[in-house]
């Protein structure tokens, strides 16, 4: 049986009629297994559904079910994932279901995150009903928490990411500038780390910025500068010395948990004619990442936005490939390069013995919040980059937010001189507003939806 998402014009209706009226029944929650408007200090939840009847005889060891999340049908479901996962996190529940009566989502807890894991339009909810039931119906879920009752808490829910089998590279990749490659490079490393992964951020773009958005520069005079002799180029100018290990630094308060960083420096311009004439300078950030494999889970290069030796350098070497863009007409138009670029490094990789770069998809970065905008610009672009250009996209999107341009920007004073002080968007996140706080989300579901895409 279907449902007629036209029957919600307003939040209340969202409530009565598919919650109420279709959803809770659907599921198999009688009316003593759920309750609205439960309220824990100062959270009010909308609905919250238990897998044992009223009133409660749980200890604090078995998650309570099911969180349900109402809005008006003209929200935007984005905007209120930040507010799923603090439920979720904060009172130790499995699953959360966040619907607007037009689309439906499903979110899971895991390692202190909400990870999306279903979500289909309303419309079709009575064919993807079997799928929804066998997710969040009462009995199954029933048995999947109590089947884990029996492990360690732990184990329910963990704090940190198991350590993978395998080191995975990601290059960050465009050839048009400002289209928030470094934004992504940074904090996707910076959401991987806060996970629990072992990650390598990887700098080798000659304009340096994700080696300054990290903290690294912070000297003010040029006799100062300790980077210039121990950066990116020196590992892929030399076979048999200058090891990463050797010039990797920690981020200066960038992140909690800090992340390593193999950092560049302007003078990478300067070498490039040079390294272009040598061809195993297009092989040997590869043959150095090798060398450290076991000391990482994660790699995310950050790439120049150009077809120079850098560039080839972090494709040969990467497994997968995100492409940022705002996806406008300049950042649209240099696609068809960029998979003339992938062809041309997919023929080096097959001479390495390596396997045909994996895309992950075109990710939507940089994209303006205005309502307007979103409701009749935003699809149409989305839609042109597989209708034809033929690219597969990422599903997340990164907003264009200030709070994303203000964690960069961030400055500390030491003595009479101020000295840059970067944060990425989840420690900037920690201590401001719900704004920040919404683009933390944003990237902690990037990671979440690329670990799915690399099978983790």
Sequence with gaps: MSFDPELCRNESEVESKLIVGYLLPKLGYSPDTWHQEVRFGKIRLDFLAFTQKLPLKSDDRSPLGLVIEAKHPRKNLDKHVYQIQSY???LNIAYGLLT?????RIYQQVAGSARLIFRCAVKDIGDRLPELIQLIGRDFLQ???KDRLSLPQTEIFPTSARKISSMKTIAIY???GGVGKTTVSTNLAAAFSRKGYRTLLIDIDGQANTTFATGLIKFQFEEDDDIRDRNVYHAIASSDRDFIEELVRKSSYFNEPEIDVLPAH?????YQEFL????ASRNRLLAKLKRIENSYDFVIIDTPPSRDIYAEAALITADYLV???DLKPFANQGLPTVKEFIKTINENRETFGR???ELLGVLASKISTNAQYLKYSFPKQRAVISERYELPLIESVIYDRTALSACFNQTIVVGDIEYPNPQSIFKYADTHNSTSQTSALEFEVLANEILNKVKL
Aim: charged content about 25%; glycine content about 4%; hydrophobic content about 30%.
């Design 88 to 90: 979720l996190t904060s």
């Design 100 to 104: 607007n009566g037009k689309e439906l």
């Design 143 to 145: 048995q999947r928490l």
């Design 174 to 176: 465009h050839n048009k």
């Design 266 to 270: 302007i003078d990478l311009i300067k």
């Design 276 to 279: 272009t004439t040598k061809m």
């Design 323 to 325: 492409i940022p863009s």
């Design 355 to 357: 396997q045909p770069l």
